[in-house]
């Protein structure tokens, strides 16, 4: 049986231990290659202090590099009396190199170990957001200019109000996307920060060189202060979980909308038949069951931020065996979005458009605004125009006119996604994850 790295002669209850190892062993498979990345960065530090010889160092990158061949190969796993990935990785070390592979931890605690594999692991996740995001975005420009002359209404209050038009609606998700990949790019600033070498929160007495471990890793510069590193757990993640929870907002709210204009009350979308489902016992029924889930997980993640917040919010300076809760909740989350977003993108690029919506006469009201502004540029006082068509209205009298002259800003008829796009593409290429790529790269080729 493999002794715990902190173990001093003592036996822990068994269901004491199986209390506070808790999904570790589950969830720590996630960050199994991240805890290899930093081992081969710290032991190339470490020789470089002189804490390790140059043969101790290579032999232990080329057993490192061994153990990453397994994780990679889908075959490394955490064994039933070691706690956690660090300790498997270690103990994997130490079976076949002995005492140099003892010798790795030194100046680190399992404290910054988990640090920075989060770190690593978040760094990583939110790349593939960030790309998926952008898919997303471009579907819906694309799907935006294809239909930027079809009209459909627009509501408040769920009534039928003002003109509206397919090119808006489409656009009004892209852009909104827009704003979530700002929340994105201050998320991948925030984890792109080394903790390494802050060890249990208050540094160590070895000369560490943290610069030299933030270049290896690819790490836009560092955590400076120790104590503020350890504080930063549980905080990352929190903030991290708002710019996860600000994109399934809009996911949530698109799925929202799909939904209801895809029933039959509404009749302003159609789904793609292989992305709906049937009923055991209505034959005519194709349920938007895709967009349905994608509404609930992304709800769902929208309570993330606020469940971390209470597991972290009153605890003190220093490390506490609450914050391993919070991987429960965090590292799932990126798959859980990644798939709505997936789902959401394939979905809308197949999506289908009612082009005959005006033809129905329930939605002729909508372009009553349209009368009253014609009729005040023409001179008539804005509220005795409105007076005046709403009566016709209520009389039974008016008849619309549907041809529409939007022509400012974001507009029915100046719909300006180009500027959007511009947006989009400045915020996400200002983040160099190709930086941390090749980093990582290198790291596995020392």
């Excluded at 990679?72 to 990785?89: A, C, L, M, R, T």
């Excluded at 038009?165 to 929340?183: K, T, V």
């Excluded at 920060?193 to 060890?199: D, E, I, Q, T, V």
């Excluded at 008539?380 to 619309?400: H, N, Q, S």
Aim: net charge negative; glycine share 6%.
């Amino acid at each position: 049986m493999a002794k715990k790295l902190w173990e001093k002669g003592t036996t822990v209850n068994p269901e004491i231990e199986r209390f506070t190892v808790g999904r570790d062993r589950e969830l720590d498979l996630l960050l199994a290659r991240y805890d290899v990345l930093g081992s081969i960065a710290h032991s190339t530090m470490l020789e470089s202090i002189g804490m390790l010889s140059t043969d101790e160092m290579k032999a232990l990158h080329n057993e490192l590099r061994n153990i990453h061949g397994i994780i990679e190969n889908g075959k490394f796993v955490i064994e039933e009396d070691v706690e956690d990935v660090h300790s498997q990785v270690e103990l994997m070390l130490t079976r076949r190199l002995g005492d140099t592979g003892k010798k790795i931890h030194s100046g680190r605690s399992r404290n910054d170990q988990v640090l920075l594999d989060l770190k690593l692991f978040t760094r990583n996740r939110l790349q593939g957001i960030c790309h998926s995001v952008k898919k997303l975005f471009d579907a819906l420009i694309e799907q935006s200019d294809r239909h930027k002359d079809v009209l459909m209404p627009g509501y408040t209050h769920l009534q039928v109000a003002m003109p509206s038009s397919f090119g808006l609606w489409f656009g009004a998700y892209a852009e909104s996307l827009a704003d979530d990949m700002l929340f994105l790019q201050a998320a991948y600033r925030m984890c792109n920060r080394n903790p390494l070498g802050s060890a249990a929160g208050y540094g160590s007495s070895f000369p560490l060189n943290r610069e030299m471990t933030t270049e290896l890793l690819g790490f836009d510069n560092m955590n400076y202060n120790v104590v503020y590193a350890q504080m930063g757990r549980g905080k990352c993640e929190k903030n991290i979980a708002f710019a996860l929870a600000t994109v399934a907002g809009t996911l949530s709210k698109l799925a929202f909308d799909a939904c209801m204009f895809n029933s039959q009350n509404f009749g302003f979308l159609k789904l793609p038949a292989e992305c709906t489902t049937g009923s055991s016992i209505m034959p005519h029924k194709k349920n938007p069951d895709v967009f349905e889930l994608l509404r609930a997980k992304c709800n769902r993640l929208q309570a993330l931020p606020n469940d971390i917040l209470l597991i972290m919010n009153n605890l003190p300076t220093g490390y506490f065996r609450d914050l391993q809760i919070i991987k429960e909740l965090f590292l799932p989350a990126f798959d859980s979005l990644n798939e709505c977003l997936e789902m959401a993108t394939y979905i809308i690029k197949r999506i289908e458009v009612n082009k005959e919506i005006l033809n129905d006469s329930r939605y002729d009201a909508m372009f009553s605004v349209e009368e009253v502004n014609r009729l005040a540029a023409e001179g008539m006082p804005f509220r005795d125009a409105y007076r005046k068509v709403g009566l016709e209205i209520e009389a039974g009298d008016f008849t619309p006119c549907k041809e529409i002259h939007h022509t400012h800003e974001g507009s029915i008829g100046n719909l300006c996604n180009e500027e959007i796009g511009t947006i989009m593409e400045n915020i996400y290429s200002s983040m160099d994850f190709e930086k941390a790529n090749k980093a990582e790269r290198a790291l596995l080729e020392r």
